[in-house]
Structure formats: structure tokens, C-alpha cells
T-cell receptor, first 113, second 111 residues
Framework: KAGVTQTPRYLIKTRGQQVTLSCSPI?????VSWYQQTPGQGLQFLFE???????NKGNFPGRFSGRQFSNSRSEMNVSTLELGDSALYLC????????????FGSGTQLSVL | GESVGLHLPTLSVQEGDNSIINCAYS??????FIWYKQESGKGPQFIID?????DKRQGQRVTVLLNKTVKHLSLQIAATQPGDSAVYFC??????????FGKGTMLLVSP
């Protein structure tokens, strides 16, 4: 069974640009969540999608958005990039219910110059 | 323990020793807890989980202990191996697929 797949693996952007990251969950998993990881703040929850609907949202500005497609694949978008957005962005998938194990992809390393 | 910026608490052990990694969680209402292992360049890897109606759970070479009275989790790794070297995170479930992570502990295993 394939794991969570994230593309691209690395991205370099400049301030003010926007970026779209992609995530394919484990087959059969209907929930996809996104996390930001930085050395200073650690792992922080961005948002979670289930059945194409955002079910939970973390404390991030509106520049961070996402969506989920009918096949459970998800994308996240960051607009008007800032230097502080440089981070490892991790996608995790799980079955639909509460208290389900989250399985993470390897992440997309975003560098904003 | 607390981490500041790039500095994670570090536990250094010899191969074959038992390791204990500790974690304090914040929300007394949390009912599900997970330990993850993260190696350099990879995403967090699930190790073991425990629900709040339990105080101990064992896996292969790993044991998680939960003390709800003091909001404390620990991960015990038996016969630690060099391949166990990684950063370990505890996480508490704050809702559907919404995890709040601890700052992490780096485990260094010397052969």
C-alpha cells in the first residue's frame, strides 16, 4: 500500500509569489490534514479536510488555504509569500473517524527568498 | 522539556541501553495520544498510540505510559539501537485529525 505522497519535494520561491503544494493520501483514507514545521515553532496544525470540506483550521492567516478533491487528494496554497513561510509542509492522512492514526508524507521543503 | 529555537532537548544513550523520553501535554480533555519518530529529511513516522482510558500500552520494543493526573506521557525504548536515533515527538489529539505536537526530543544512540 503506497504511503502519503507529497509533491514537489523542494520549492524555492521569492517574496510575494504564491505556491501550491499537493498531497495524495493513502488509499482509503478520507481525511487529509496539513502541518507546518519550522525549527522555531515546531509542528503546527494548518487545516484538515474531509469529504472536500474544511473541518478544522489552525491559527494561520488567510494567505494559507487548501482544498480537497473528490478522490481525497488535497492541495494547499500560500499566497503573497513571506520569508517566514519558509518551512517543511507536511501532509497527513487518516481514516475519517476521531482518534485515528495520522500517517505523514515526507513533506515539501519550501524556501522563500 | 522545553525547546528554544533550534535547540532540542537531547538524550544520548549507548546501544543496548533502555531509553526513556518524556513529554508533558497541555489539554486535560485530550483523549488520544501518539508518539512519532522523525528522521532527518523524512516526515514523522507513527510509533505507538494510547487512549486516555489506558495508562500503559506496549508495542515491539516500545512502551508508552500515560499519567493523566500530571498530564505526562513517556516513551520507553528497550535495547536502543543506532537506527533509533531520531527526533521523537509526542502529540495529543485536539479534535478530528488535529494534533498538538510537543517540541520534540532528539535521541542519539552511540554504537
Amino acid at each position: 500500500k503506497a504511503g502519503v505522497t507529497q509533491t514537489p519535494r523542494y520549492l524555492i520561491k521569492t517574496r510575494g509569489q504564491q505556491v501550491t503544494l499537493s498531497c495524495s493520501p493513502i488509499s482509503g483514507h478520507r481525511s487529509v490534514s496539513w502541518y507546518q514545521q519550522t525549527p522555531g515553532q515546531g509542528l503546527q496544525f494548518l487545516f484538515e479536510y474531509f469529504s472536500e470540506t474544511q473541518r478544522n483550521k489552525g491559527n494561520f492567516p488567510g494567505r494559507f488555504s487548501g482544498r480537497q478533491f473528490s478522490n481525497s487528494r488535497s492541495e494547499m496554497n500560500v499566497s503573497t509569500l513571506e520569508l517566514g513561510d519558509s518551512a517543511l509542509y507536511l501532509c497527513a492522512s487518516s481514516r475519517a473517524g476521531p482518534n485515528e492514526k495520522l500517517f505523514f508524507g515526507s513533506g515539501t521543503q519550501l524556501s522563500v527568498l | 522539556g522545553e525547546s528554544v529555537g533550534l535547540h532540542l532537548p537531547t538524550l544520548s544513550v549507548q546501544e543496548g541501553d533502555n531509553s526513556i523520553i518524556n513529554c508533558a501535554y497541555s489539554n486535560s480533555a485530550s483523549d488520544y495520544f501518539i508518539w512519532y519518530k522523525q528522521e532527518s529529511g523524512k516526515g514523522p513516522q507513527f510509533i505507538i498510540d494510547i487512549r486516555s482510558n489506558m495508562d500503559k500500552r506496549q508495542g515491539q520494543r516500545v512502551t508508552v505510559l500515560l499519567n493523566k493526573t500530571v498530564k505526562h506521557l513517556s516513551l520507553q525504548i528497550a535495547a536502543t539501537q543506532p537506527g533509533d536515533s531520531a527526533v521523537y515527538f509526542c502529540a495529543e489529539n485536539s479534535g478530528y485529525s488535529t494534533l498538538t505536537f510537543g517540541k520534540g526530543t532528539m535521541l542519539l544512540v552511540s554504537p
